[in-house]
């Protein structure tokens, strides 16, 4: 088992930026690769950023390239997501979550919420124009 739980989300304006933590607990001596995903009123729950256990890998959905970066420290079992420039679009429900992975390089360049193993139970980001 491993708990998931994130922090940092908050109320900032168009423009300005926010960082995101996930505290990871449990079985993390395993290989998990780490994600961000959002989920905004009235709309599934999609794919934003995810990482490697080693943090060589990273991937990254379209609408936040280059103004989001994913990292994480394993010595604090914690990932990060950095996110600047941010938009109204951006506003969601910010959830980390973490899939078991093959070896700790891996990391696809896309996932689904269904491939996820673990949860956490998100943190609000609300952008204001």
């Known amino acids: 088992q491993v708990q998931l739980v994130e922090s940092g989300g908050g109320l900032v304006q168009a423009g300005g930026s926010l960082r995101l933590s996930c505290a990871a607990s449990?079985?993390?001596?395993?290989?998990?690769?780490m994600a961000w995903f959002r989920q905004a009123p009235g709309k599934e729950r999609e794919f934003v950023a995810a990482i490697s256990w080693s943090g060589d890998s990273t991937s990254y959905a379209d609408s936040v390239k280059g103004r989001f970066t994913i990292s994480k420290d394993n010595r604090k079992n914690t990932m990060y997501l950095q996110m600047n420039s941010l938009k109204p679009e951006d506003t969601a429900i910010y959830y980390c979550?973490?899939?078991?992975?093959?070896?700790?390089?891996?990391?696809?360049?896309?996932?689904?919420?269904?491939?996820?193993?673990?949860w956490g139970k998100g943190t609000l980001v609300t952008v204001s124009s």
């Open positions: 449990g079985r993390t001596f395993s290989s998990y690769t």
């Open positions: 979550a973490a899939h078991k992975a093959p070896s700790i390089y891996y990391c696809r360049s896309y996932y689904q919420a269904n491939d996820m193993d673990y």
